[in-house]
């Protein structure tokens, strides 16, 4: 606890600048490393197939056969796709969970042991079931997000302060008031937490699932291309990968910034 | 005081803990009565049950034997509304503002919300937060938190308010300021406070009678009206009643 009279944070102003200083900041970084990548192959006279400059890989985007725009919504409906589903089933998962001991001393160790199981080793799998395409592709990202999100959901039901719970019995409130007023607010900063781990997997999974079997998506696309040597597809490839988990990230970091204050969020 | 029934009363209290077959006895014996808009403090070393009684107090623990009766002809008690907590930490949800948090038992309870937005803001200004409404915990000191869970625990008009060391986790000149603060608070409010403490200078300061326990085994020690007058000052700790008070609990608490 803070001792009294000492006043928390700063001054709105000179936050406002300290963030506009680190916002600066990041945005200057990221332009020298593309510099530095420019430069590199450059002076060092690399070869295009090992490494193409900015200017080729952004070159890349003009072949009408790689159809970009195809690609990128396949690769994005499968990590939304699957992201969404793991979201919306983990956290109603764990809510059962919290209302049932019993069936959370049945389900959690489970749940742990599966965890245990690198999601990657069921592709080939999922491919036998399922055959390939969107949907065992959306499945992939599915099993690879889900757990997380399971398990920091039920994590965070559990943790209330007994305390408050005493306050709420004194009051005679009943189990869903509870649930409501402090156990689920009292969660949200770390089902965000595992929201977001969950958001970088849920590429991850679509992409491997891509890379297992498919026909279309940006993953796909790098394999087909792999073949030819087109390495400056390969390089636009990941970077619209990486765009498409960054677009996730930012939708569930604003989210978080909307419905949790600042102080309980979990860093 | 009248000599009618008194608003609380305890007559051989006893309660025991088991952990794994080996008993531990909490409370034993406790008996005592408290008059309505008394301030009692429940003072001894850790381990002496006083947390355990406030905890029988509120209905939150069971007993093995003994009589509790809270509540008299004179001044009906329901159980359900008229208890005030406020614990060691502020316990404020963080992500409601202070008016909100202040809020919460009239919302558990279902009272009329703008009747309560009303009361929340005149309690507010009553434990010293005017202008803090709209805040959220983080922004304030633990102090000013502590505050606001006392406002918290007015706020369905209780006619108990149980106190479990309230100001303990607070560095000790805001303790003093607080002291001072919740006397005002107890005689504008106008309420009966059972107040945990194991600070002795504190339980003879805020008490109008003083419950010494004390541990190993849990015992109640002493029970004493404390004449010193009302409203309280600084001063008078330094006072030679004050002392005598002091040194009576060092002595049952084998501190001299």
């Known amino acids: 606890m803070k001792p009294a009279g000492e006043t928390t944070g700063m001054p709105p102003a000179a936050a406002n600048r300290d963030a506009l200083q680190r916002y600066s900041f990041a945005v200057i970084i990221h332009l020298l490393l593309v510099l530095a990548w420019y430069l590199f192959v450059k002076i060092g006279q690399v070869p295009k197939f090992v490494m193409p400059s900015p200017y080729e890989t952004l070159h890349a985007l003009l072949v009408p056969n790689y159809r970009w725009a195809e690609n990128i919504a396949v690769t994005s409906v499968e990590i939304f796709g699957g992201y969404v589903l793991a979201v919306v089933i983990g956290i109603a998962l764990a809510l059962v969970f919290s209302w049932s001991r019993w069936l959370e001393m049945a389900t959690m160790p489970l749940l742990v042991s599966l965890n245990m199981i690198p999601k990657v080793a069921l592709g080939p799998l999922i491919i036998v079931w399922f055959k390939y395409g969107i949907g065992p592709n959306i499945m992939m990202a599915f099993a690879i997000c889900f757990f997380p999100i399971v398990l920091t959901t039920a994590r965070g039901l559990r943790e209330v302060e007994p305390e408050l719970l005493d306050l709420v019995r004194t009051l005679r409130g009943s189990r869903w008031q509870l649930f409501t007023k402090i156990q689920f607010p009292g969660a949200l900063p770390y089902i965000f937490s595992g929201m977001k781990v969950a958001a970088i997997l849920a590429v991850a999974g679509a992409i491997v699932g891509e890379f297992l079997g498919s026909d279309r998506g940006l993953g796909y696309l790098m394999l087909q291309v792999q073949v030819t040597l087109d390495t400056a597809a390969m390089f636009m490839a990941v970077i619209l990968i990486t765009l498409i988990g960054s677009v996730l990230y930012l939708l569930v970091l604003g989210l978080e910034r909307l419905l949790v204050v600042r102080d309980a969020r979990l860093q | ?211 010494v326990l004390t541990a190993g085994p849990a015992r109640m020690a002493d029970n004493f009206r404390v004449e010193l007058p009302h409203p309280r000052t600084l001063d008078m700790k330094t006072s030679e009643l004050f002392g005598d008070y002091t040194r009576r609990i060092y002595h049952l608490l084998g501190m001299e």
Not at chain 2, 81 to 99: A, E, N, S
């Open chain 2, 1 to 211: 005081m009248s000599m009618a029934e008194p608003f609380i009363h305890l007559a051989g209290v006893r309660k025991v803990y088991r952990t794994r077959g080996v008993e531990f006895l909490a409370v034993s014996e406790a008996t005592f009565d408290v008059e309505g808009g008394e301030l009692v403090a429940l003072v001894g070393p850790s381990g002496c049950g006083k947390t355990t009684l406030l905890k029988i107090l509120a209905g939150l623990h069971s007993y093995e034997s003994g009589t509790v009766r809270i509540g008299s002809a004179k001044q009906p008690f329901d159980p359900a509304r008229d208890i005030g907590m406020v614990f060691q930490q502020p316990l404020l949800l963080k992500w409601r503002r202070i008016l909100d948090n202040v809020l919460l038992p009239a919302e558990i309870l279902g009272l009329p919300l703008a009747a309560s937005r009303e009361r929340a803001r005149h309690l507010l200004a009553l434990v010293g937060l005017s202008g803090a409404e709209l805040k959220y915990p983080y922004e304030l000191s633990g102090g000013m938190q502590q505050r606001a869970a006392i406002a918290r625990a007015l706020i369905h008009d209780p006619k108990l308010i149980l106190m479990d060391e309230p100001f303990g986790a607070l560095d000790a000149m805001t303790r003093e300021k607080m002291n001072l603060e919740l006397l005002r608070i107890w005689q504008e409010a106008r309420k009966t406070i059972v107040f945990v403490t194991h600070g002795i200078t504190e339980a003879v300061f805020l008490g109008t009678r003083v419950i």
